[in-house]
């Protein structure tokens, strides 16, 4: 591939790091299919294509390989990794069964000063003029943490964070439509659990977790090339 026709300049006005130009410039061509799995992701080559130095572009390359986007060959070279629909399918697979069991499990266990601080975090995300992509992690893992940390087994929190690590790459910069939508599912899921209805919270943290798998399978199809 050649690799001065798959990246674009570093725009102008300076509201992200270059660091972070870089890995949602990389990420985009992995996810749109024009890097595929196996292809080397040379960072001296990269780092020439889009003008910038190495050392932004080591820090992008780094944070790929953390989500398990990219992985070393014999501990060395660095290469694309499988990033099908399929493997994100599995992974939400696991994040439905851990999550939703989690959710009961939870239920009226999590305490009135966390879940209002998380509605509050909900609210106030909300309320931001420009909302980055570590806005919205932030709260998104509040969300999610502390439902899991309610149910009191810390190594399938672990588990989930693992698995929410690997999935941070859909964030509202990508899938803005998922928002308001995703507050809304997201302040009906901690009103659930902060109550007394378990099945209650598992039909909640279930629908939510379907409708984000639903816009994950709809953004990957639609940036890939015919």
Known sequence: MEATKILMRVPAEQEISLSEFAYG??????LSGRLQA??????????TVMSISRTPVREALGRLEAESLAMRLQGRMLVVADVSVETYMNLLDMRRILEVELAARATGKLLPDVAEKVRASIRNLLQLVKITPADHWEVDDLVHHSIAEAAGNPMVTSAIRDLRRRTHIFNTARMPHRLQPGASEHIALIDAVAGSDPELSRKLMGRHLDNVRTAIIDFILGHRHP
């Open 25 to 30: 410039q990389i990420l985009d061509l992995i």
């Open 38 to 47: 196996g292809d080397v992701l040379q960072e001296r080559r990269l780092a």
